[in-house]
């Protein structure tokens, strides 16, 4: 049985202050909730405060993003190492990072691999843009991310990673994909791509996230899914209750 995960991605949202002021009424909501994962994912700013703050608490610290490169001159970025002091996950290829900042296939797949060479849990972002879906390019897309992505990775690396599948047209809009159709690709498209890739067992064994437009009042639906194993939460997740709210849902799933 795989364990569900919840995650908050805070995006550029919340001050170092504010971040801590969320982490204080997150902290007492989430620390029960001991049968399912969970981790907030604040701005690399305040992700020091914010470890700081959960260092002895299950609930997990990511980045949103980071560098392959070990060290050197590359203005602006983070290195691994810098992000595994404090982290334990790290977001790689979220849409936004693709849309924005021009991260492919190919610099996700360096990330990766940076990531788990420091061992850090990279949370890898697919999900096809409202035109691909519309055009019916939906599993082309994500099997391709997917594979990208995961490029020469070993099953023993496989069976560290999470993946996060977010429809771009469901990020931030308030229209979620249906459970049914998000649990069709996860099913259906993501895992037989991770199992070619790693085998079934450790295919078997990924956890696979759904994101996009997650809130408490349909979280408990997505999570009734048999291959949707946790929510990455953008919006909701800025709010202590909302997010308690889907992570309780995953926690009753
Ligand atoms: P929303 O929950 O705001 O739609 O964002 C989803 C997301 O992009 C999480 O990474």
């Known amino acids: 049985m795989r364990k569900k995960f919840v995650a908050g991605n805070w995006k550029m949202n919340k001050t170092i202050s504010e971040a801590r002021q969320l982490v204080a009424e997150l902290q007492p909501l989430l620390e029960p909730l ?97 035109e691909e879906n519309q055009a019916g390019q939906t599993a082309a897309v994500v099997s391709r991310q997917v594979r990208g992505g995961l490029a020469d990775l070993s099953p023993e690396q496989g069976a560290k990673l999470v993946i996060a599948y977010e429809p771009i047209w ?16 996860h099913r259906d498209v993501v895992r037989p791509a991770l199992a070619e890739i790693f085998g079934d067992d450790v295919a078997q ?36 209750a909302a997010f308690e709210g889907i992570a309780k849902a995953a926690a009753e799933a």
């Open 34 to 130: 001991h049968n399912i994962d969970r981790a907030v994912c604040p701005t690399s700013l305040a992700l020091p405060a914010v470890a700081d703050m959960l260092a002895d608490s299950e609930i997990g610290v990511g980045a949103q993003n980071m560098y392959w490169e070990e060290s050197g001159a590359f203005t602006g970025e983070l290195a691994p190492a810098m992000v595994a002091e404090i982290c334990q996950y790290v977001i790689i290829g979220h849409s936004e990072r693709r849309q924005f900042f021009g991260e492919t296939d190919e610099s996700v797949n360096r990330k990766v691999k940076a990531a788990l060479a420091h061992g850090l849990t990279p949370i890898v972002c697919i999900g096809e843009s409202l």
């Open 170 to 185: 469901a990020i931030g809009t308030g229209l979620a994909a249906t459970p049914e159709d998000a649990n069709a690709i």
């Open 205 to 240: 064994r990924i956890q696979i996230q759904y994101g996009g437009s997650v809130k408490p009042d349909n979280a408990a639906a997505f999570f009734a899914q048999s291959d949707i194993d946790g929510a990455l939460v953008g919006g909701a997740s800025l709010k202590a």
